[in-house]
């Protein structure tokens, strides 16, 4: 995937994550953070890598 395309399809996601609702981002917030804690649990370091990814995108 090009640089451009991965530009938009950022831009794109942070401006639904900006207007989404508190209640919604509140439990978007939570499920994240469960599943960074699930991710510290595996031995695989690439879990905790796409949760800290997920997390920086759409938080």
Do not use: C, H, R, Y
Not at 6 to 27: R, T
């Amino acid at each position: 995937m090009g640089t451009l395309k991965l530009n938009i399809i950022v831009k794109i996601i942070s401006i639904i994550i900006s207007n989404v609702s508190p209640e919604l981002k509140n439990k978007l917030k939570i499920s994240i953070q469960d599943l960074k804690a699930k991710a510290k649990e595996t031995k695989n370091p690439f879990d905790d890598l796409l949760m800290e990814f997920v997390e920086a995108v759409l938080l």
